[in-house]
């Protein structure tokens, strides 16, 4: 039956249709929920790995045990799983193996906008692109064929309105892939570089072989127009917008298969044309190409580097009529995210702006930190960054940084990068302070189980890492948990680890606010006759509290009773609905 | 049909992926092609989210662009200004008359704009506004809000109101759907 569906749930669909028998990712907006789906099926054992890279070689371990296997990941994951997968194109597969990258142009939930079908054409491998549900789905199908009649992983890859729009497929049944069994085979699998000498003709003669087999491939079709004018040659959502803005009016070859790039088709369709543009988000790919096989086009001196398209664009940039609005004429003060009403984040970073440290952070809901009126972070580029680059930058300063500056890194984000970074401090010894942001879950993503919870991706438990333990493991001494809504046990944790004469971890743990199973206190409510309106409470940033007639006022449908503002008010103004006695 | 354009704009917690899945299955059930967009990660971190649901004989495009909504369904007012350019020439704004303050406004750095229905309504665009919350809380709870604006939205379309039901019985936990209805009820004769 027909259903309206995500195209991470529609990809999820496909793949799970298509056999496959082995899960393993790491959660990244827009992939996560391609593997969120495929966990509900039990026919596939899926799981939340610590990274992308172990999630990739878990994967390729279940190739090589003959199985259909599946990773999937957002565009900076894939940076962390480059290092296999650069040599899986060498060593080939045994079960089909499909690797999902997601990219967010717009950066709707990304520290960057980098463009993943570069990682096609440099670790030479195929990557089909999906338009639409419908297309997530029968590409997902699709890629396992071509992985095993190639011998190569393939890349599925999505972009946040092709992850995150629902459109309509029709799913079948699944049909299950025959195992194909393991073969000891150390010339294939082990690369040395005798070996993998050997291996990299079969990467070449492979990708001459898939460019034939673009030539062909339903993949890449030519739709027909009635203007050849011009001639448009686009993929993935791209593709959409075009049909919006032009319809049938202009010949359009859709690429489904953005790498290895049909080069016959190719030149046959720009001999078709009066004028052949490229339509593509983020970098010029198809276009270079294009270039490079001597074709004259027009691509990326029309269209934006950066961001996201929309049908509006299109239509400018292709010079057919524009819709235009009416917008507000008024100052509409912008709506940034913000840490949330309860969210334990809050009290730590409370006490780390009071105490003026200077805050090198980390990937996370906890990035928010970095908003005013906290702004207590002042770093973050990667995942695990603030735990390495903190011994960095200690070891450039010395006693005058290492007594005021901290990293903070989440729970999950720690499992994923931060523990090397702690080995190092611990092995090179600088005096850092680091503070692990335990909210018990992997927040930003949606609540993630990770390898800190106790608890699998099905909800089942599973092994859990004693934090504490694994830092006093590595050499830390002075490891101590505090509870982010106590601000003073705060103050002195923060204080005292500052001061000490070597390296300190501080785990503020208490979990997130929105997790079903924490129960919230009653909300607060600001007691008029006690409130100066001094808006000491407002220093936090608290979505729940405004000041409305020269009092703070409480919301109390967002209030989940935290009761941090309540430590900050002197004339005790902040006080509890609950009923006494 | 040429197709038509829905956005449902708010802030992110409040709601609105529950207005689009019920919109997805009721234009679904039409037998059109229906296409819809959602935000996930940091936005829904109590920034300003937006959905776009777009129906009619074959989607391309997921999104909306400006000028091209016909209804702007909105459950708190300086969104509903905020995205008052995404409207099209004539189309509709339902809005909640919530108020909630952004932090620029919180910290002090930014006023919250007075009078918006009326500010709007004297740019041009049609307002339709009902204090959405009061009628959830009447309904049984405050966290109904999405459904009372659907049961407003469905005052200007002209499809059975089975239709809506039906979509409502298969998008909503079983234990919640009479207070949903009554909440659609409310929503639907403010």
């Not at chain 2, 829905?6 to 997805?24: D, N, Y």
Request: with cysteine; hydrophobic share 40%; proline share 5%.
């Amino acid at each position: 039956m027909k259903q309206l569906m995500l195209g991470n749930a529609a990809a999820a669909r496909g793949l799970y249709e298509a056999g496959v028998a082995v899960v393993s990712s790491y959660p990244g907006t827009p992939s996560t929920e391609i593997t969120e789906e495929l966990a509900k099926f039990d026919e596939v054992y899926s799981e939340w790995a610590p990274n992308e890279k172990v999630a990739m070689e878990v994967a390729f371990g279940a190739s090589l045990a003959g199985k259909r296997s599946f990773c999937g990941m957002k565009h900076v994951g894939l940076n962390v799983a480059a290092d296999p997968l650069f040599t899986v194109s060498y060593t080939g597969v045994n079960g089909g193996m499909v690797i999902a990258v997601a990219d967010d142009a717009g950066m709707h939930s990304s520290q960057n906008e980098q463009d993943s079908r570069h990682y096609a054409r440099s670790a030479k491998l195929p990557m089909l692109e999906p338009s639409d549900s419908g297309e997530a789905y029968a590409f997902a199908k699709k890629a396992y064929e071509i992985s095993e009649q190639f011998d190569c992983p393939v890349f599925l890859k999505m972009c946040t309105r092709v992850a995150h729009s629902q459109s309509i497929v029709e799913p079948h049944e699944r049909v299950e892939a025959p195992a194909k069994p393991y073969e000891k085979n150390i010339a294939k699998y082990v690369m040395t570089p005798a070996n993998a000498i050997r291996r990299h003709p079969h990467v070449e003669e492979r990708m001459a072989k898939l460019a034939e087999f673009a030539e062909t491939s339903e993949l890449n079709r030519v739709e027909a127009g009635s203007d050849h004018g011009m001639g448009i040659i686009t993929s993935s959502t791209s593709y959409q917008y075009v049909k919006e803005v032009c319809g049938d009016r202009f010949p359009v070859l859709k690429l489904g298969m953005v790498w290895p790039l049909p080069e016959k088709k190719i030149r046959a369709f720009a001999a078709s044309v009066d004028k052949l543009i490229v339509v593509e988000e983020l970098d010029s790919f198809i276009e270079t190409y294009v270039r490079e096989l001597g074709l004259a086009v027009t691509g990326k001196e029309l269209f934006p580097l950066l961001g996201e398209f929309s049908q509006n664009l299109v239509a400018e940039k292709l010079g057919v009529p524009v819709h235009t609005g009416k917008a507000l004429d008024e100052n509409i003060p912008p709506r940034p995210p913000a840490m949330c009403a309860g969210c334990p984040h809050r009290g730590l970073f409370y006490t780390l702006s009071k105490n003026k440290c200077t805050v090198l952070g980390d990937i996370g809901c906890y990035t928010l930190g970095a908003a005013a009126p906290l702004n207590a972070i002042e770093m973050t580029l990667c995942m695990g960054a603030s735990v390495s680059s903190i011994h960095g930058y200690n070891k450039a300063l010395g006693a005058e940084s290492e007594h005021k500056t901290v990293a903070v890194i989440g729970d999950s984000t720690f499992m994923h990068s931060g523990m090397t970074g702690l080995a190092n401090i611990a092995y090179n010894q600088s005096n850092s302070t680091v503070i692990i942001l335990d909210n018990s879950i992997t927040g930003m993503t949606g609540h993630q189980q990770n390898p800190t919870t106790g608890y699998n991706i099905k909800g089942d438990p599973a092994g859990k890492i004693d934090l504490e333990a694994l830092c006093r493991a590595m050499g830390f001494a002075r490891v101590r948990v505090v509870d982010p809504y106590d601000l003073d046990a705060c103050d002195k944790a923060v204080r005292e680890e500052l001061a000490a004469d070597e390296p300190s971890v501080i785990i503020s743990r208490r979990p997130c606010a929105l997790l079903k199973y924490v129960k919230h206190s009653a909300p607060l409510r600001v007691s008029a006759d006690e409130c100066v309106g001094c808006k000491g409470c407002m220093k936090i940033g608290c979505p729940a509290i405004s000041f409305q007639d020269g009092k703070a006022r409480v919301d109390e449908t967002l209030c989940v009773g935290c009761g941090v503002c309540a430590q900050l008010c002197r004339f005790g103004a902040l006080q509890s609905t609950a009923k006494e006695g | 049909m040429e197709t038509k354009n829905i956005m449902i704009v708010g802030v992110g917690g409040q709601g609105s992926l529950l207005a689009s899945k019920l919109l997805g299955h009721l234009l679904l059930g039409q037998g059109y092609d229906v296409k819809v967009s959602e935000v996930h990660g940091m936005s829904q971190r109590g920034g300003s989210v937006v959905t776009y649901v777009r129906y009619g004989d074959k989607v391309a495009s997921p999104v909306i662009d400006r000028g091209e909504a016909d209804y702007i369904v909105s459950f708190e007012l300086l969104e509903a200004a905020r995205w008052m350019g995404y409207l099209k020439p004539g189309g509709q704004i339902v809005t909640s008359t919530q108020r909630i303050d952004p932090m620029p406004v919180i910290t002090g750095a930014a006023q919250y704009p007075e009078n918006l229905v009326e500010k709007m309504r004297a740019a041009g665009a049609k307002v339709d506004a009902l204090d959405c919350l009061a009628l959830a809380e009447q309904a049984g709870s405050s966290k109904a809000t999405n459904i009372v604006l659907m049961g407003r939205l469905s005052h200007y379309f002209d499809l059975p109101e089975e239709a809506w039901q039906k979509s409502l019985e298969a998008m909503v936990p079983a234990k919640f759907l009479d207070l949903n209805r009554k909440a659609f009820e409310l929503g639907k004769n403010a």
